[in-house]
Antibody
Framework: EVQLVESGGGLVQPGGSLRLSCAAS????????MSWVRQAPGKGLEWVAS????????YYVDSVKGRFTISRDNANNSLSLQMNSLRAEDTAVYYC???????WGQGTLVTVSS | QTVVTQEPSFSVSPGGTVTLTCGLN?????????PSWYQQTPGQAPRTLIY???TRASGVPGRFSGSILGNKAALTITGAQADDESDYYC??????????FGGGTKLSVL
């Protein structure tokens, strides 16, 4: 059974940092592009970042460039999102997903507030 | 700026057929954009229905199908059921590594 399990969400002050993790199992993680997608309260889905299978190519939505870093550890089947200089508008549920296939996690909530 | 367009809302009668569409402000949607469709009910994570234009995800009923119709991607629900009442999102791979989601369609079954 395919599983993507996110962790690391929580409450952080504006300007602070947070690191999200996603543990993958049940599929050949190293063979898939992986992405982070977020959903602000009451809003639609927004793609945040993607990383190629071996980790060499990384892409970001403009609003997080220079603040967020996506990475992966294929040896441990894990995906990460380092989030720095957080803003109130980054408040959302963050999902780990493989958008070229059918795999999504259950999400982790990030709240940026003082 | 790349914008993916979806109908904000749609309604269908139980047992009826409905087609939701997914367009681009700047080009025609083709299979090269790897259109994907997701279903989401309140408080739940999105669930993949269709990926790569027309590949049904595991466990998805056959009444859901994906296609290209004219210059848009399309999700067709044939024989709609009450529990199909959800939000539906499409996503397009607009260039290498970059995806854009549509704003979502709220589907009512009534």
């Amino acid at each position: 059974e395919v599983q993507l399990v996110e962790s690391g969400g929580g409450l952080v002050q504006p300007g602070g940092s947070l690191r999200l993790s996603c543990a993958a199992s049940g599929f050949t993680f190293s063979s898939y592009w992986m992405s982070w997608v977020r959903q602000a309260p009451g809003k639609g889905l927004e793609w945040v970042a993607s990383i190629k299978e071996e980790g060499g190519d990384k892409y970001y939505v403009d609003s997080v460039k220079g603040r967020f870093t996506i990475s992966r550890d294929n040896a441990n089947n894990s995906l990460s999102l380092q989030m720095n200089s957080l803003r109130a508008e980054d408040t959302a549920v963050y999902y780990c997903a493989s958008l070229r296939s059918a795999y999504w996690g259950q999400g982790t909530l990030v709240t940026v507030s003082s | 700026q790349t914008v993916v367009t979806q109908e904000p809302s749609f309604s269908v009668s139980p047992g009826g057929t409905v087609t939701l569409t997914c367009g681009l402000n700047s080009a025609s949607v083709s299979t090269g954009y790897s259109p994907s469709w997701y279903q989401q009910t309140p408080g739940q994570a999105p669930r993949t229905l269709i990926y790569n234009t027309n590949t049904r995800a595991s466990g998805v009923p056959g009444r859901f199908s994906g296609s290209i119709l004219g210059n848009k991607a399309a999700l067709t629900i044939t024989g709609a059921q009450a529990d199909d009442e959800s939000d539906y999102y499409c996503a397009l791979n607009v260039r290498r590594g970059v995806w854009v989601f549509g704003g979502g369609t709220k589907l009512s079954v009534l």
